[in-house]
């Protein structure tokens, strides 16, 4: 793993965290959060019609999108 971040942040892109999805889900959803959608890299590649490649890596760059719940009238969610 450690070879990883080398080779990761030596273009200047460090590995910023090693939570899982749940768990991040998890903490966004405590926050506030009403709406979590988790791409892996599989989801990621598919949205871009990008070709993807089957691995045995078990870690691999995630984004994630969360939206706010809705306020009421009364701005009480």
Known sequence: ????????????????SRFNPPEIAKLLKEAGFSDV??????RIFSYFGWPHKSTEAQASAHVVHAQAAQCTDSGNP
């Open 37 to 42: 959608t988790d791409f892996d890299r599989r």
């Open 1 to 16: 793993m450690e070879n990883l971040e080398k080779r990761v942040a030596s273009p200047g892109e460090p590995r910023v």
